[in-house]
């Protein structure tokens, strides 16, 4: 009878073991954030008047796409929150669950001066910042009208972080 060889334990734990520490190489892990990075997909979810300028840089002028960014997908399928100037407790807890079922890594950009400290709202009753219902910022953009050059640099900025220290790191 010739010599067989058993192995003990549970497959499945040592096939994630053995992906995850083969994608957290460099030359991989360097390759999956570069990906990350230029496919950031936001939900549509206009919290207030910062819209309009979002929805003109992802508009033909400024071209959200040539930055890496599709805007306008669900919840489910983005990965990166784009709060867009006053946020409502009533918008805050829809922001909430769109935050909350966004897969991982997800990133949060808040724009405008109300998301930032309340802008000209900042002593209504009804104003929360994103730090409030626990959501963490990962890039602030501040101004008041924000203008679509900004929310580029924003976006440039946020994927320089994601490839720098990685997406699942942050």
Known sequence: MAEEILLTGDLN??????????????????LRDWGISFSLWPPHLTTSCCGTEFGSFAAARFDAERFGMLPFSSARQ????VIEG???RKMARAAK?????MPEPKFVMAIGACSLEGGIFWNSYNTVLPSDIGIPVDIYVPGCPIRPEAIAKGLVMLQ??????????M
């Open 97 to 101: 669950v769109v935050y909350d079922q």
């Open 86 to 88: 006053t946020m409502t």
């Open 13 to 30: 734990e040592s096939a994630r073991k053995a992906a995850k520490w083969l994608v957290n190489r460099k030359p991989i892990r360097n």
């Open 160 to 169: 320089k972080k994601i490839r720098t220290q990685g997406a699942y790191k």
């Open 78 to 81: 983005s990965n990166i929150l």
